[in-house]
C-alpha cells in the first residue's frame, strides 16, 4: 500500500516539483491549494495528466485550524510548503506573514499531533541565517532575521522544533537555498532577468547585483524532499539543500545573457535595493548532512539548470501573466 502524502502549497513554484516529485516515488498525494473563486489550482493545472490523477485536490488554507486537521485525516506524511515568500511585501505586510508563516505552521503542527502522522517535512529558507558569518554555512550557523519574512521563519522553524521536543513530533526542518527553475514566480532573480530578455529589453532592471546565493534547481531540490522523507534519521533535525557553490547576482545575469544569446545593459534601481542591513549579502551553504544521511546530490550545474529554465520560459505560452516590465514584490 503506498504512502499518502499531504503537501501544503501544493500549486506553487516548489511545491508543485514537489507533488511530482512524491507521485514519481510511488505515493498518492493530498495537495492543498488556496481557495479562489476560480477555482485554480496553481501550477498543479499545469501536470501532467499521468501524475494528477494520483493527486486529490483539496481547497484550503493553513490559517484555518479545522481545515487543517479535515485535511489531515489519513494522512501518513506532511510536506509542508505554504507560505508568504516575498521578502519586500514582507516590509508592507508583516502581520500576514505572521498569519501564514508561524500561525499557519502551527495548525499544520497541531493537525499532525493529533492525527500522529509519521513524518512532518516543514520547509524553512536560507534567509533565517542572514549574511554568512562563517561559510559554507551549516545547519549550526546562527540564525539572522533580517527582514520580516525570515523572521517569520525562523519562529515557524522553532515552533516546529519546539513540538518535536514537546511532543515528539516527528518534524524535520527542510532548509533549501535559492531554489530556481520553470514555473519561478517573477519577483524572483533568474525569472526577472529572463522575462526582461526576452521581451527585448535593453536594460535589465535589478537591484544589488554584489550579494552571493547559493542556487539549486528546482528538481532537485524536490528531490531532496523525498530523499529527507524517505530517512527517519532526519527527525529532529535540521536539513540544508545546497549545491555548495556561489555566484553573484551580476555575474549571474551575464551567464543567464550567454546561455539566452541576448545582450543588455544592467541597472540597479532604487526600488529594487533592499535596506542595508536587511539585504543579506552572502549565501553559501553546506549540504554535507544531506548527503551523509541520503544519495542526494545536485543533478544540474548552474548552466545547465539555467539552460533548462531559459528554454521553459522561451515558450510564450509559459510566460503568459509575468509583469516583466514592472517591479514585482
Same mark, same amino acid.
Given at each position: 500500500?503506498?504512502?499518502?502524502?499531504?503537501?501544503? @502549497?501544493?500549486? @506553487?513554484?516548489?511545491?508543485?516539483?514537489?507533488?511530482? %516529485?512524491?507521485?514519481? =516515488?510511488?505515493?498518492?498525494?493530498?495537495?492543498?491549494?488556496?481557495?479562489? &473563486?476560480?477555482?485554480?489550482?496553481?501550477?498543479?493545472?499545469?501536470?501532467?495528466?499521468?501524475?494528477?490523477?494520483?493527486?486529490?485536490?483539496?481547497?484550503?488554507?493553513?490559517?484555518?485550524?479545522?481545515?487543517?486537521?479535515?485535511?489531515?485525516? #489519513?494522512?501518513?506524511?506532511?510536506?509542508?510548503?505554504?507560505?508568504?515568500?516575498?521578502?519586500?511585501? =514582507?516590509?508592507?505586510?508583516?502581520?500576514?506573514?505572521?498569519?501564514?508563516?508561524?500561525?499557519?505552521?502551527?495548525?499544520?503542527l497541531q493537525a499532525?499531533?493529533?492525527? =500522529?502522522?509519521?513524518?512532518?517535512?516543514?520547509?524553512?529558507? &536560507?534567509?533565517?541565517?542572514?549574511?554568512?558569518?562563517?561559510?559554507?554555512?551549516?545547519?549550526?550557523?546562527?540564525?539572522?532575521?533580517? &527582514?520580516?519574512?525570515?523572521? &517569520?521563519?525562523?519562529g515557524a522553524d522553532h515552533m516546529a522544533l519546539s513540538f518535536h521536543m514537546s511532543f515528539g513530533t516527528p518534524v524535520t526542518i527542510v532548509r533549501p537555498f535559492n531554489t530556481y527553475g520553470p514555473r519561478q514566480s517573477a519577483r524572483a532573480v533568474i525569472p526577472t532577468i529572463i522575462t526582461q530578455l526576452l %521581451?527585448?529589453?535593453?536594460?535589465?532592471?535589478?537591484?544589488?547585483?554584489?550579494?552571493?546565493? #547559493?542556487?539549486?534547481?528546482?528538481?532537485?531540490?524536490?528531490?531532496?524532499?523525498?530523499?529527507? @522523507?524517505?530517512?527517519p534519521s532526519l527527525i529532529g533535525q535540521v536539513v540544508n539543500i545546497a549545491t555548495e557553490q556561489e555566484i553573484a547576482v551580476g555575474d549571474l545575469a551575464e551567464l543567464i545573457m550567454r546561455v539566452a544569446g541576448r545582450k543588455a545593459s544592467i541597472r540597479s534601481t532604487s526600488e529594487r535595493i533592499r535596506p542595508d542591513r536587511s539585504e543579506v549579502e552572502r549565501l553559501l551553504g553546506s549540504a554535507q548532512r544531506l548527503k551523509a544521511a541520503t544519495d542526494w546530490s545536485p543533478s544540474l550545474s548552474l548552466e545547465e539548470g539555467v539552460q533548462r529554465t531559459v528554454a521553459w520560459f522561451s515558450e510564450p505560452t509559459n510566460r503568459e501573466g509575468y509583469k516583466w516590465q514592472i517591479y514585482n514584490v
Open positions: 500500500m503506498s504512502k499518502r502524502a499531504l503537501v501544503s @502549497g501544493a500549486g @506553487g513554484f516548489i511545491g508543485s516539483h514537489v507533488v511530482e %516529485a512524491l507521485v514519481r =516515488s510511488g505515493r498518492t498525494v493530498r495537495a492543498i491549494v488556496r481557495y479562489n &473563486s476560480r477555482n485554480s489550482w496553481g501550477w498543479l493545472d499545469h501536470l501532467a495528466a499521468d501524475v494528477l490523477k494520483e493527486v486529490e485536490v483539496v481547497a484550503s488554507d493553513v490559517r484555518d485550524p479545522n481545515g487543517m486537521r479535515t485535511v489531515m485525516k #489519513d494522512i501518513n506524511e506532511v510536506y509542508h510548503l505554504a507560505a508568504l515568500i516575498g521578502i519586500p511585501y =514582507s516590509y508592507h505586510a508583516p502581520d500576514s506573514y505572521v498569519d501564514t508563516n508561524i500561525t499557519g505552521t502551527l495548525n499544520i499532525a499531533r493529533d492525527h =500522529s502522522v509519521e513524518r512532518l517535512l516543514v520547509t524553512s529558507t &536560507s534567509e533565517v541565517y542572514g549574511t554568512a558569518i562563517t561559510a559554507p554555512i551549516t545547519e549550526a550557523h546562527p540564525l539572522q532575521g533580517q &527582514s520580516p519574512y525570515s523572521a &517569520s521563519k525562523i %521581451a527585448g529589453a535593453e536594460e535589465i532592471k535589478l537591484g544589488a547585483i554584489t550579494p552571493t546565493r #547559493d542556487l539549486v534547481f528546482v528538481e532537485d531540490t524536490a528531490r531532496a524532499f523525498v530523499a529527507i @522523507g524517505d530517512t
